[in-house]
């Protein structure tokens, strides 16, 4: 065993695979101490980038205690319709609920908008069945109906089969026994029910996301395994595991049963760690910018907590009803090509060169130019040491070439001009997008931080303070692998949701307590069956509820009394009165003579997993007294149509208290960072560096 295997004895290990690089983040539980690793991502095989990251780190991975993975693997399968050939299931009359949708369609104006499904008609069969809204069930399923409908399924190739059968969260007997047919003739686990998946109220969102669910299972599942099986080959003993959409992490067994929750798996582990970074710098409020090689991924912390989402839809049709942190992504990565529209605009993404051939500058092939070339072009990346390892240099010459022929000339530019007009661009889509998630929402954006992150977020931290009006930005220690961290402080969630359809007169608290117990149950359990550690356990609950006659739902949080795990009855009194208050809070009203009506139970265990003290990652040595230090040396950098002399710093060696007056940029292995004229950078306790206006702090 090495020296450095040694110390790394019990590691944590948090993978981030995006889709230019590949983050990894290795903390060391014993003395504190973490690295870090960026890489290629590997293509189509992801496992081979996946496992040199983390050797770059760790050369016996027997030395590993757990492994935590943010996968876009479920994201990318459903954006490129690649999953498996799925079948389903469904009651008579309702094999077309999934292509009907809510009777939407792509485009608002015009006669035509077409949808395909991810699952043909063809691969649709209807049986007889049927279980009332109220549970009753007015026929019993044909099981000889499924059995035949099931073989033919397999015959045709399908790969997965999901069964649908209306208000089957009412009863789910029907289900149940129709599952338990086709799991008998079926070659693989990949058999998924809609109560199993989602007993809520309403066909599409359930149906809808049993579906996708069974669309990702095969390609989900034998990626996370094929995973699996690469690193016990390569000697890991520990615990695998997967960050969920929600922010929480899951078993590999769950996550193979369960893809659908995997859906925005690495963003959320991002904005995870970015909650944890800033309420130990001492920020509650934060806005979140990770900036990879492809997207720009927006999020807000409001009070110290993400806003998590009850549905989302990754494309057109495809609506997902899971919990998920709240997360905005528009084209706007540091691959995105930038190109001129036929009315002489200038455009950026969604198109990206990601990590091959990508942007100009590598030079393996790819003549257009992107937000990277253009950060080239300007003296902003340095051209002789690029992050990430695989290239020794940028050719600068390429990346130009790229911007005057495609952007320059059509604009009648020059190369300089057309390359801050493409970042301009850039910052006014990313500008846009977090103003979506905080103005649009009546958040006042100078009440909030802007945190960036990611390879590229660094750079454009003084042009979003600029732009939206936020009064400081805090670059995390470690930019470029903040995902990966997010893995390994993530708690492990689980969630749960049942339709009740209830109102409060006539709910039966028995009824309701016992939902609650059983989702507290197969919580535990859950989290009994994984090899991890956890510091505390809690449980939370809230309730969708409205007013008779409104179709919108409110969450109402529900402080419910546990006596150790035994969820104690809950008073109709204490629903009413927390119905009111958010209800007031809402709207500034109640409605005197409303019927208040309870729609969902949703239930949350948490397990929550050790916590590293931040400080351990902070810059060793001496600290100074918020005082100005000097750059290694300066180069010349391009800012508002001229070009200023720039100090380069190491920033990974800067001191606690260190103050840096832009023009700076601030370089380490996993990314930059820039200060902008009439901007500082100072180094806080934690390492950090927060990005200010001159003169305010």
Known sequence: MSDKDDALLGSMVGVDVGGTFTDVFVLNEQDGTAAVAKVPTSKPDQSGGFLAGIKQQVDDLSNIAVVVHGTTAGTNALLERKGARCGVITTEGLRDVLEMRRRDRPRTWGLRGDFKPVV??????????????????RTAVDLQAVKIAATKLLAEGCESIAILFANSYANAENESKAAAVVRELWPNPHVTTSSEILPEIREFERFSTTALNAFLQPEVSGYIQRLENAMHSAGLAGEFMIVQSNGGVMSVDTACRLPIRTALSGPAAGVIAAGYIAQCAGF???????????SFDVSLIAGGKSMLSAQTSIDFGIVLRTPMIEITTIGAGGGSIAWVDKGGLLQIGPESAGSDPGPAAYGLGNTRPTVTDANVVLGRIDSS????????????????????????????????DAAEAILRVANSRMAGAIRLVSIERGFDPKQFVFMPFGGGGGLHAGAMLNDVGIAKAIVPRYPGVTSALGCVIADMRQDFVQTLMSTVDALDENVLTAFMQNHVDQGLAILAASNTRFVARSMSFELDMAYAGQTHTLSVPIAVELDGDTVLPIVIGAIVEAFDATYLQSFGRLLPKGVRRIINLRSAVIGERPKFNLRTLAPKGDVVDDQPVKGRCTRQVYFDKQWHETAIYDRLSLPIGAHIVGPAILEQPDTTVLIEPGLMGRVDAFGNTIIEQVGSH
């Not at 043909?120 to 069930?137: C, F, H, I, N, S």
Request: charged share 20%; net charge negative.
């Open 284 to 294: 509650e409020n934060v806005v979140t910018g990770d900036m990879g090689g492809t």
């Open 120 to 137: 043909e008609r063809q691969y649709r069969l209807e049986v007889p069945e049927r279980t009332l809204a109220d549970g009753t069930v």
């Open 385 to 416: 040491s690029p992050i990430g390892g695989r290239l020794l240099s940028l050719d600068a010459d390429a990346a130009a070439a790229a911007i005057n022929k495609h952007v320059g000339q059509p604009l009648g530019l020059t190369t300089l």
